[in-house]
């Protein structure tokens, strides 16, 4: 499990794809890694991933081909938020987020708002009904607070301590993005299929 605020900015060092899959490079420099044993989890962009070899400032993960087809923005060179995985001591500064990306969406506006951003994203039409106005949302592994929700379009506003710490300072229009959806909305649909006998799509 993890929180949503990001710990650091990694950089993918190198992209080895190895048969379905990929092994995935990422340097981290600042960012201490001491207490980050192997088979641990990073969240890389909101994905879960199992460190597979490690260094003093980088680490190495492996990409599934599932994975690989479920998320976007492991291209070389490409810039990556991280978190380590929460401890049952640490505090929960934002939601609660598996690492379990729901899909990706698209950058549909941006928008400067004095010092802050407002971000428009496009949703995939099967998470629509899972994200509410004042809700949580994860982006690239950033919890996120739901400004508005417009059928499969929501949005978000983005404070400068956010621009400056992690990657969605970067983003413009026509990028793509990880998203996870608020965990308990996932958990309240399952109990009311559970209820009506209704069955999910």
């Given at each position: 499990?993890?929180?949503?605020?990001?710990?650091?900015?990694?950089?993918?060092?190198?992209?080895?794809?190895?048969?379905?899959?990929?092994?995935?490079?990422v340097?981290?420099?600042?960012?201490?890694?001491?207490?980050?044993?192997?088979?641990?989890?990073?969240?890389?962009?909101?994905?879960?991933?199992?460190?597979?070899?490690?260094?003093?400032?980088?680490?190495?993960?492996?990409?599934?081909?599932?994975?690989?087809?479920?998320?976007?923005?492991?291209?070389?060179?490409?810039?990556?938020?991280?978190?380590?995985?929460?401890r049952?001591?640490?505090?929960?500064g934002?939601?609660?987020?598996?690492?379990?990306?729901?899909?990706?969406?698209?950058?549909?506006e941006?928008?400067?708002?004095?010092?802050?951003?407002?971000?428009?994203?496009?949703?995939?039409?099967?998470?629509?009904?899972?994200?509410?106005?004042?809700?949580?949302?994860?982006?690239?592994?950033?919890?996120?607070?739901?400004?508005?929700?417009?059928?499969?379009?929501?949005?978000?506003?983005?404070?400068?301590?956010?621009?400056?710490?992690?990657?969605?300072?970067?983003?413009?229009?026509g990028?793509?993005?990880?998203?996870?959806?608020?965990?308990?909305?996932?958990?309240?649909?399952?109990?009311?299929?559970?209820?009506?006998?209704?069955?999910q799509?």
């Amino acid at each position: 499990m993890f929180t949503g605020i990001i710990q650091a900015v990694g950089t993918i060092a190198h992209f080895e794809a190895n048969g379905e899959g990929a092994r995935l490079h990422v340097r981290t420099p600042g960012w201490d890694l001491a207490d980050v044993a192997l088979g641990d989890s990073i969240a890389v962009n909101g994905c879960c991933l199992t460190v597979v070899s490690k260094d003093a400032d980088a680490f190495a993960a492996d990409l599934s081909r599932e994975t690989l087809d479920c998320t976007a923005g492991f291209l070389p060179g490409a810039r990556l938020n991280l978190e380590k995985a929460l401890r049952a001591s640490d505090r929960l500064g934002g939601h609660l987020v598996t690492g379990h990306v729901d899909g990706v969406g698209e950058v549909t506006e941006v928008e400067a708002i004095g010092d802050n951003r407002r971000y428009a994203f496009r949703l995939p039409d099967a998470l629509g009904r899972y994200v509410a106005r004042k809700g949580s949302v994860t982006v690239n592994g950033v919890s996120l607070t739901v400004n508005t929700v417009d059928g499969d379009l929501f949005s978000v506003n983005l404070i400068p301590h956010t621009l400056a710490e992690t990657n969605l300072g970067q983003l413009k229009v026509g990028d793509r993005v990880n998203l996870e959806v608020d965990l308990i909305a996932r958990y309240v649909e399952r109990m009311l299929v559970g209820v009506h006998g209704a069955e999910q799509p």
